[in-house]
């Protein structure tokens, strides 16, 4: 099977079928990776400048805009005139807006219960070296943050690569949601008394972390220790050319980033019961594996 599904759309506020956004939903829903090789996000002449690794915290790697905190984090404390900060920071916002306007187009409901997240700048090349195997994002894996429980609310992504120099964004994409779960998370364990409530005290996690975060954890940490896994595992190697969009559901698609630089990237949450199939939430799927609910039914 062809994880990658392509379109043609060439505007970002583009005008779509009803016939072909059922195409989009359905394919995103059951954990394809939409692909949109003519949606480029054009930077301005002045922003050029801007696609160099030199503007980044070598830290954080990304250079991001959050919608709620406002201003960019991740920038390289000395550099730049306040005029280049808002500069940088009116790029990342219009491909905020620009992303959007996108999910707006193309998958209209989904509007009512979208939240915008963060949005940020990639201007480094992919790290090869990563400090742990838990921070290697060249490993497949599913994304789950020790930090920030999204309490089984879903990750959808738009990515899009702006490389000036002909580079490709490359990543390896894996076997469906479900067929790593079967063997993974029989290995997973529940959550301590406590555990949770104590992590939210002392700020491990920005709120409280569910059994379901919990679960999607362990198997992001197995997947990324499991070598065997990493090589053996049903995979296809995929080049994002510069110009590309792409659309992931992130905490679904097993994905890890080979090679690329120079990447801009969306994220939006939404509840798994605002999705068109909901029982493709990884939610449902180790819900109905475990036989009892993950989170608390709010
Ligand atoms: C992630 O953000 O989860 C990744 O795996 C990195 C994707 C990329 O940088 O291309």
Do not use: C
């Not at 921070?135 to 920030?148: E, G, Q």
């Not at 079967?182 to 920005?206: G, R, V």
């Amino acid at each position: 099977m062809n994880i990658i599904k392509t379109f043609n759309f060439n505007q970002w506020d583009t005008t779509v079928d009803s016939s072909v956004r059922d195409e989009v939903i359905d394919a995103l829903e059951h954990g394809h990776v939409i692909a949109l090789p003519q949606l480029e996000f054009k930077l301005l002449p002045e922003e050029q400048k801007f696609l160099s690794p030199d503007w980044a915290d070598k830290k954080s790697k990304n250079i991001s805009l959050r919608p709620r905190a406002g201003g960019v984090s991740g920038l390289k404390g000395a550099i730049g005139s306040e005029a280049d900060l808002s500069a940088i920071q009116a790029m990342i916002q219009r491909y905020a807006d620009q992303s959007l306007q996108l999910i707006s187009a193309i998958l209209p409901s989904y509007m009512p219960n979208l939240t915008i997240a963060n949005t940020s700048f990639r201007p480094l090349e992919v790290e090869t070296r990563a400090s742990s195997y838990r921070k290697d994002d060249t490993r497949l894996h599913s994304d789950a943050f020790p930090s920030n429980p999204t309490q089984g609310t879903r990750l959808l992504r738009v990515f899009n690569n702006v490389n000036p120099y002909g580079k490709p964004r490359v990543w390896r994409v894996g076997e469906p949601f479900d067929k790593m779960a079967e063997a993974y998370l029989p290995k997973t364990k529940a959550l301590l008394p406590m555990q949770a409530w104590l992590m939210k005290q002392l700020h491990i996690t920005k709120r409280t972390r569910t059994e379901y975060d919990h679960r999607m954890l362990q198997l992001h940490d197995q997947l990324k220790a499991d070598m065997h896994y990493q090589q053996h595992a049903p995979q296809q190697s995929v080049n994002f050319m510069p110009g590309t969009t792409w659309i992931v559901y992130s905490d679904q698609v097993l994905h890890a980033a080979m090679a690329g630089q120079y990447m801009m990237e969306q994220t939006f949450s939404l509840p798994a019961n605002a999705l068109k199939w909901p029982e493709t939430a990884p939610l449902k799927v180790l819900e109905k594996m475990l036989n009892k609910p993950l989170i608390n039914s709010r």
